[in-house]
């Protein structure tokens, strides 16, 4: 049991760090004197940069070389992860792209897609977002409601409405989950699709949260067309490529478990600076907990890379360390803010925004409630509840939910 | 970076589970509670033959020498079957012993298991408290660790210590003692000692609380002769907080086998024409005992990791093991008899055995709220040397 390198991942990281020296100069300044304050300086720069990063093998660790990639493991992606953070500069601006869609066109895209898409993605000069959530179909993703229809020309015709999508005001192209066949259950009916975002009759706005920041967007499809090669995976089979794509968002996750930055020490640093507070047993009592929930989930991260590293693939029980992330984090903001005061909720402060942002992180990527479901019963093995949209054509169950609204 | 198990790991906790598989624990300690403390089972001569006794033991000295992590493995077994086993207290006591070349010629015998030892538990100085102390027999308020006087080689140690675990029947005391002051200045220097529980100026009190599977006793100490031992003030350190990653290893162990119980009832019984485990409310509620479980086994590799490979992190990393894992405990036995219903409230059913374990153990060695707390103080200490 050892948390150390082995020779080959001491020489990679050596590489990483070497690449990172000769060229960090290059890379945008986005926080403290010098900071690039122009949102779309800030995008170009960053674009730019990931450009670099590709080219230094430091950008599609874990892709196949064939498309760009080292075709190198999930512990390279984390040590060229820890050597980025090390040397205080940005990471790659698509991570999305790069970590979950580019892989679910690998898996499976065809030849033509493979080609066209992924070099440009990898370098960052084409930014990618994920179109799955919809206002109705967010945990229950098999929902969605987009509809797209295929002329006779082969081609697609799509409308409806999407939603928390990041980085979709300056994204090249969307992966999108649309219904193609109402008259089959749910899940049968789903067929994914390339979207270019420029498109006509496709609006992106942007989606103010509680901070008043808009980190997300809404986006409305009014009768786009839609090329014929763009499905993804093949018709119909739109959930089976959903999954993988949520499988590499599971990984993505694990391999960067404290990527939110809500850990102990951070917390700790806020308390610590306050003579009283640290000696406070009430205050001592709930960092304490906080903290140690929050540990775990550190040497949760390297259980989950010890696995991968052995080739097993994270199942839905990586959603616990999510859920303790949240409330975890929930609970330090809560802390911090009665040691400071009103002071902590100034509007600027890193706490203000942190608390602002956690009561709508604790539903990205399936909500708690959904979280603790899936892991109930495939994890513990607990029989489902009973479901009323087993087996049922989707038109017919939206007839149902209608009549009942 | 490796944090799973090895083969050799992996065998050591099915034999261990093989071996306890032959005792009937959960019967015995219900007869135990109803008077008959001889039904409990006398495990040691299984511990023997199994080598637990000498699993923190050099080899050089007849041991295994083998890991924190390995006793935690064992350890966790014990806990899946509310074992009553003096392991708590053994290894602790080797492990001091181990790291003091003074106290070689003690380890051969403890590490067969023909003489066993018994931990006497002085929890370390915190950033606020700056003092060795004791758990006391009653409050809050904390003892203070026992204190050596020199006698030609040796000391004469005096002090109290309440609730030792496995201290009745030991042959053998180990523990910390302070230096009482000298010419030389050395007030208060935290020693090793080894005390004949059979010498003179020893009395151990033994007594139950609440878990009959628990084996604890009062000690008290007048002028006892000591061997001083050569550890050094981290090993005296480390010894604790050894203990505290044992502690929660062990209520690891009951939790998963409350779980397992749990949820097996859970996907029989049937209400209102379905699995009560289909119903969310129990499934969350299981969901959320298996989510404090996995972070606890998480801290346990943590713990098992730093105490050889960062010694500096060991104190936060078995503080928080022991945090989580008091608290899974406890979630994990009041789930067990929700879950169960008005039956797992009554006597004839395991249930209440875990929900008595829970509610000992975490006020037993310090209490899992004072490692909690420890770890916030780890924290800040932290944050202030960054």
Not at chain 2, 70 to 89: K, Q, S, T
């Amino acid at each position: 049991m050892d948390l150390d390198d082995t020779q080959e991942q001491a020489a990679y990281r050596a590489g990483v760090r070497g690449w990172l020296d000769e060229h960090k100069s290059e890379a945008p300044v986005l926080d403290g004197a010098g900071a690039l304050q122009d949102e779309s300086e800030i995008i170009a720069a960053r674009r730019a940069w990931q450009g670099k990063l590709a080219e230094g093998g430091l950008a599609g660790v874990t892709w196949p070389k064939d498309f760009g990639g080292q075709g190198l493991g999930p512990i390279e992606q984390v040590i060229c992860n820890q050597e980025i953070a090390k040397a205080k500069v940005p990471g790659i601006l698509d991570a999305i792209g790069v970590g979950m869609l580019g892989p679910t066109i690998i898996a499976h895209g065809t030849d033509e897609q493979k080609g066209r898409y992924l070099g440009p993605m990898l370098h960052g000069d084409e930014v990618w977002c994920q179109l799955f959530s919809e206002p109705a179909a967010g945990s229950d993703l098999a929902a969605v409601q987009a509809r797209a229809r295929q002329q006779e020309d082969g081609s697609w015709r799509l409308s409806g409405q999407k939603v928390w999508t990041t980085n979709a005001q300056f994204a090249s192209y969307g992966l999108l989950l649309a219904r193609t066949d109402s008259d089959v259950p749910k899940h049968k009916g789903l067929t994914m699709f390339i979207v270019p975002m420029d498109a006509e009759g496709v609006t992106v706005r942007g989606l103010r949260q509680i901070s008043g920041e808009a980190e997300f967007n809404e986006v409305f499809f009014d009768d786009v067309a839609i090329d014929a090669d763009s499905v993804v995976g093949g018709v119909g089979n739109g959930w089976g490529t959903a999954l993988t794509t949520l499988m590499f968002e599971r990984v993505t996750i694990g391999l960067g478990s404290e990527g939110m930055g809500y850990n102990s020490n951070r917390f700790a640093q806020a308390i610590a600076a306050d003579p009283d507070a640290r000696r406070d047993p009430e205050v001592r009592h709930a960092l304490g907990e906080i903290a140690s929930e929050l540990l775990a989930v550190r040497f949760t991260g390297y259980r989950t890379l010890s696995a991968l590293q052995k080739g097993q693939v994270p199942g839905p029980e990586s959603g616990l360390a999510k859920i303790t992330i949240v409330n975890g984090a929930i609970k330090a903001g809560d802390l911090i803010a009665d040691v400071l005061g009103p002071d902590a909720l100034s509007e600027d402060g890193e706490w203000a925004y942190m608390i602002s942002f956690l009561p709508g992180l604790k539903s990205a990527g399936g909500t708690e409630e959904i979280l603790r479901n899936t892991i109930g019963e495939r994890v513990l093995g607990l029989p489902p509840a009973p479901r009323l949209d087993k087996g049922i054509p989707f038109s017919e169950l939206r007839s149902k939910e209608t009549a009942a609204a | 970076m490796n944090l799973s198990l090895s083969d050799e790991q992996v065998f050591l906790r099915e034999a261990a589970r093989g071996t306890l598989s032959r005792f009937k624990t959960f019967e015995a300690i219900r007869e135990a509670l109803d008077g008959d403390a001889a039904a409990l089972p006398d495990l040691w001569p299984a511990a023997r033959e199994a080598g637990w006794p000498g699993l923190l033991i050099s080899e050089e000295h007849g041991g295994a020498g083998l890991d924190a992590f390995d006793a935690m493995l064992v350890l966790g077994e014990c806990g899946r079957v509310l074992a009553p086993i003096a392991l708590l207290g053994h290894l602790p006591a080797t492990a001091i012993l181990n790291d003091s070349p003074a106290g070689a010629s003690l380890l051969e015998a403890l590490a067969t298991g023909e003489r066993r030892a018994a931990y006497l538990p002085v929890s370390p100085p915190d950033d606020v408290s700056q003092k060795w102390t004791v758990d006391p027999a009653s409050g809050k308020q904390r003892g203070a660790a026992p204190t050596a006087t020199a006698d030609g080689d040796g000391a004469r140690v005096s002090g109290q210590l309440a609730f030792v675990p496995d201290a009745p029947g030991a042959d053998l005391l180990v523990g910390v003692a302070l230096a009482a002051p000298t010419p030389e200045g050395l007030v208060g220097k935290p020693v090793g000692v080894a005390i004949e529980a059979g010498g003179s100026g020893v009395s151990v009190e033994a007594t139950t609380r609440y878990d009959a599977s628990r084996s604890l006793g009062h000690v008290t100490l007048k002028d006892a002769p000591a061997t001083v031992l050569d550890a050094s003030e981290q090993s005296l350190a480390s010894a604790w907080y050894l203990a505290q990653s044992l502690v929660a290893a062990e209520s690891l162990g009951s939790v998963e086998t409350a779980l397992d119980v749990s949820v097996e009832y859970a996907k029989e019984r049937h209400t209102f024409g379905r699995a009560i485990g289909s119903y969310q409310a129990v499934k969350h509620s299981l969901t959320e005992v298996l989510r404090q479980l996995d972070n606890g086994r998480s801290l346990l590799y943590y713990a098992g990791w730093a105490r050889g490979g960062a010694p500096a992190e060991f104190p936060l990393a078995a503080s928080a093991a022991r945090s989580v894992a008091g608290r899974a405990l406890d979630q994990g036995s009041r789930t067990m008899i929700s879950v169960h219903g008005g039956t797992g409230a009554t006597w004839e059913h395991d249930a209440p055995l875990y929900f008595r374990r829970a509610q000992l153990t975490r006020r037993l060695l310090g209490g899992t709220n004072a490692a909690t707390d420890r770890v916030a103080g780890e924290l800040l200490a932290q944050a202030d040397a960054a």
